[in-house]
């Protein structure tokens, strides 16, 4: 089983910056893609950034220029440096892993993980 665990939220004003991280773990064979999303309130959850292994990025129009998503394929960590936040990207900002896992049997399989997410706040 994979398990992610980001870290790095909080209370920032706006114009201010934040940088999460999200740790991949567990019975790991590859992983493809890796990506945050995020949820406000009252809203669906949205991609917000994505990054597969060859380093290339995909980015939600409302955030391209401001955030950067990056990756330690070496550690199985993916980062992502917000920066002029504005109080609309108050969220809670989940990380993703898309790739493939080894099971319990010793079996490849395909795993699509989640982290517990973590709240970011831009208020002044």
């Known amino acids: 089983q994979v398990q992610l665990v980001e870290s790095g939220g909080g209370l920032v004003q706006p114009g201010g910056s934040l940088r999460l991280s999200c740790a991949a773990s567990?019975?790991?064979?590859?992983?493809?893609?890796m990506g945050w999303f995020r949820r406000a309130p009252g809203k669906q959850r949205e991609l917000v950034a994505l990054i597969i292994s060859s380093g290339s990025t995909n980015y939600a129009g409302s955030v391209k220029g401001r955030f950067t998503i990056s990756r330690d394929n070496a550690k199985n960590m993916v980062y992502l440096q917000m920066n002029s936040l504005k109080p609309e990207d108050t969220a809670v900002y989940y990380c993703n892993a898309q790739g493939i896992e080894r099971n319990s049997a010793g079996v490849l399989m395909p795993v699509d993980a989640w982290g517990q997410g973590t709240q970011v706040t831009v208020s002044s």
């Open positions: 567990g019975s790991i064979f590859s992983i493809n893609a």
